[in-house]
């Protein structure tokens, strides 16, 4: 194995999913929802393939999928992108943080992105030869997760070439204010970096977050360098598929596609169509969607501080931080190997997405992405914990 991919082992997804597989344990580790999505997109994918969408689509995407993708953000967020040069499709959002990092930076050059951060990032970084440079993201009083701006700014030096940008924010469930997205765009700006950012939660915020999903694209002189990545996994609860895609200007999405070719060149020929489908569905099912998310949050955040955990109320996506202090845990990694002995639950330790692994030692992440009777079964076994 070549030095730069040996500091990383196993995901820490795929060992906690063992695990609960192993044990028998309800699994609140790897965030997947455990129903279906929209039954007019499984429709949509049983129709394509029985009639013969099964070969090679078109490297950058269909062109269905590439028009669905750009009404979709028009709708949204009032962004325009021609489908034609401004869309790629990619294998999942995870392809296209790759593909785009691999495109843009040179051995040597400096990522900045927060920290935790998903744990792709920081390989893709270094597969390119790339070096992170790591802001942290650290409890604040109104309990939600902040940075100082001064960090920010210590984080750009000559070499930055990229920010990485996750809002809404896995696993912290923090939402970027429109302050917070305006100091990273100041600081682009003055650096001449790319912005990528990395919005797959964009239908994940809570009417209580402190604020609304902001696209960084939408801020002044933005979205000429910056590159939106997103994908359908989680809007439309369909994780094993892999259709993401990128948004940008074309030199950039044409950057991000001369990588892609040799990758995968393509991907999920019927599932693409199927995928303009679904982002083409009314805003009911975006809103019912959220509300449905909205309860099991609510539930499994109420049944944390039951259990005694100290809880951070995410604003967005489908995760939940939780301090183990009052749970006598000095150690996220060794909690969350005991905690299905202990209990019968799986989470995932956050240290493994820090470079200061101190900052996460003792906040562990919880999935709520589950149906009721499934939380309801995992809080019951965490009261067990006290
Ligand atoms: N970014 C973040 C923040 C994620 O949580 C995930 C995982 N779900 C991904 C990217 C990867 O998305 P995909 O499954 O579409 O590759
Ligand atoms: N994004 C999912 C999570 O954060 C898992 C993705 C994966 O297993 N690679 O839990």
């Known amino acids: 194995l070549v030095a730069r991919m040996r500091p990383f082992g196993t995901t820490i997804f795929a060992e906690m999913s063992a695990l609960a597989v192993r044990t028998g344990a309800v699994n609140l580790g790897q965030g997947f929802p455990d129903t279906d999505g929209p039954p007019e997109m499984l429709a949509a994918a049983a129709a394509a393939i029985r009639d013969g969408a099964n070969q090679y689509p078109p490297g950058p995407g269909t062109p269905g999928l590439r028009a669905a993708v750009a009404a979709h953000q028009r709708r949204f967020w009032g962004l325009d992108y021609d489908p034609d040069g401004e869309v790629l499709i990619t294998a999942g959002a995870t392809e296209a943080i790759a593909a785009a990092i691999l495109a843009l930076c040179e051995p040597g050059d400096e990522v900045v992105c927060f920290e935790p951060y998903y744990d792709s990032y920081a390989a893709s970084i270094a597969l390119a030869g790339a070096v992170r440079r790591p802001v942290t993201l650290h409890p604040t009083d109104d309990g939600r997760y902040g940075f100082d701006p001064a960090a ?32 990273v765009a100041e600081l682009c700006q003055e650096h001449d970096a790319v912005a990528l950012t990395d919005e797959v939660y964009e239908h994940l915020v809570f009417p209580d977050a402190a604020a609304p999903h902001i696209p960084l694209a939408t801020l002044p002189g933005m979205r ?10 989680k809007t439309f609860s369909c994780t094993g598929w892999k259709i993401g895609w990128v948004s940008g200007p074309a030199p950039l999405v044409g950057a991000t596609l001369r990588v892609k070719q040799f990758l995968t ?21 975006f809103t019912e969607f959220l509300a449905g998310q909205l309860q099991r949050r609510d539930r499994l955040v109420a049944g944390l501080r039951e259990a005694g955990f100290e809880v951070l109320r995410p604003d967005g996506t489908y995760f939940v931080t939780a301090g183990i202090d009052a749970l006598g845990g000095r150690d996220g990694i060794e909690f969350c ?4 002995a202990r209990c019968g639950v799986v989470a995932v330790p956050t240290q493994v997405f820090y470079d200061d692994v101190e900052a996460g030692r003792r906040i562990i992440r919880f999935a709520f992405c589950k149906r009721p009777e499934v939380l309801a079964e995992a809080v019951t076994r965490l009261h067990g914990l006290r």
């Open 265 to 285: 060149f393509a991907g999920g020929a019927p599932l693409q169509p199927a995928v303009a489908v679904a982002l083409g569905l009314p805003d009911s099912y």
């Open 224 to 233: 000429e360098r910056t590159l939106r990545i997103s994908s359908a996994g």
């Open 337 to 340: 190997r005991e905690l299905p």
């Open 152 to 183: 920010l700014r210590a984080a750009f030096g000559p070499r930055t070439r990229l920010v990485l940008l996750n809002s809404p924010h896995n696993p912290t469930g923090k939402v970027f204010t429109a302050a917070e997205l305006g100091q």
